[in-house]
């Protein structure tokens, strides 16, 4: 990277490819198999999206404390395998924005929080994401929200999804892009400090770039 750089910094997950095919899908097969409970993807998404754990989310839909608790105790330890991983996909204009944004000279570095850094790797491999941008930096999820400040400082904003990146990006002084193409909604973003809110990545390039 040249010292004459811009750099753009992104999350990943919710972000740049699709996680959530991986995320209910799991927790609905888990559901069957560890309570033979017919788990409803779409409130159990609907439930993260209000901000929400997946414990919380699982109790929310009607399961008991106990049972969500082992369910999502294994949902965390199962969501990030390879099997799973494979349902995640682009999302709906990013590659082409991350395109349009190389083209535009930017600098584009993905912080993501992720528990095992080789499957990410593979993953993105897979995805061909590591032809579109030039840096990846993997953080632990549990100190998502202070870990990515140091990679962020740098950067003329940090686009996510979630409320960590939010809290990453003020910590660091950077103008944080909220999309909410992921895991949160725009209304529970906005209440956790986000002013520039958009629907998909698309257009929180577009607003940079311009």
Not at 23 to 37: F, G, I, P, V
Request: charged content about 20%; aromatic content about 6%.
């Amino acid at each position: 990277m040249s010292s004459d750089s811009r750099v753009l910094a992104l999350d990943l997950d919710g972000t740049l490819i699709d996680a959530r095919r991986r995320q209910t899908a799991l927790a609905c097969q888990l559901c069957k198999t560890m309570s033979d409970w017919d788990l409803d993807p779409i409130r159990f998404w609907s439930q993260k999206r209000i901000g929400r754990t997946t414990e919380a989310a699982l109790i929310g839909c009607g399961l008991s404390d106990s049972i969500a608790r082992e369910i999502a105790s294994a949902w965390i330890s199962l969501v990030e395998t390879s099997h799973w991983l494979q349902l995640d996909d682009w999302l709906p204009g990013a590659q082409s924005s991350l395109k349009r944004a190389r083209k535009q000279g930017l600098f584009l570095r993905v912080v993501t929080a992720r528990q095992h850094a080789d499957a990410l790797h593979v993953q993105l491999s897979t995805l061909r994401l590591t032809d579109l941008v030039d840096h990846v930096v993997v953080v632990a999820p549990a100190t998502a929200s202070t870990s990515k400040v140091a990679h962020i400082t740098d950067s003329i904003a940090f686009i996510g999804d979630s409320e960590s990146d939010a809290i990453a990006a003020q910590s660091a002084g950077v103008n944080f892009l909220a999309v909410t193409s992921g895991v949160r909604s725009g209304a529970f973003l906005r209440a956790h400090g986000a002013t520039h809110v958009y629907r998909t990545v698309q257009s929180a390039i577009r607003s940079v770039i311009r």
